[in-house]
């Protein structure tokens, strides 16, 4: 595993008013990073997503637990904002036990659809999850992949190239 992970209280960026850390993309926005990494290197989104049942009229749901890409050379790896992790701990982490969980693979469009549906915020629009108060950054996007650039340099994130395996599907 690659011990250049980022700890989730890392800062990836702070001005007077605000920062922004690694947990930000772990609980609230790992769709907005996952998608800025892809977007910076070309790999493949995926997202783990539970399916809860909605005890009103009993239709299914799907929420996302986690979106993340996947690992270019090695099946069993994945990358989010702390670096290169095991698929497996990401499923150990937030999987949830109560219900079903899947993951899709090739989850940008999906992503994309529901950010454009209003279900999951978007860089322009919505203030930023955190633990503790909420936050706007201007230019976050470019902030956010210019920190991915930085930290491909620095080796947290492997270096970007085509992906050379071809990925089994789950399920």
């Given amino acids: 595993m690659n011990k250049k992970q980022l700890d989730v209280h890392h800062i990836i960026f702070e001005d007077d008013n605000s920062a922004l850390r690694v947990e930000n993309y772990l609980y609230g926005s790992c769709h907005l990073f996952a998608l800025a990494l892809s977007e910076v290197t070309g790999w493949k989104v995926g997202a783990l997503y539970n399916d809860a049942r909605v005890e009103e009229n009993d239709e299914t749901a799907f929420y996302l637990e986690h979106a993340f890409c996947y690992h270019p050379e090695k099946e069993d790896l994945v990358v989010d904002c702390r670096g290169v992790l ?10 949830d036990v109560n219900c079903c969980s899947l993951e899709i693979e090739g989850a940008k469009e999906f992503l994309l659809e529901n950010i454009s549906n209003g279900n999951y915020n978007n860089w322009e629009e919505d203030l930023i999850p955190t633990m503790s108060e909420p936050t706007h950054i201007d230019n976050e996007k470019e902030i956010i992949k210019n920190f991915i650039r930085e930290k491909i340099k620095e080796g947290v994130y492997p270096s970007f190239e085509k992906p050379k395996i071809k990925r089994k599907p789950r399920f």
């Fill in 86 to 95: 095991k698929l497996e701990d990401v499923w150990n982490e937030y999987a």
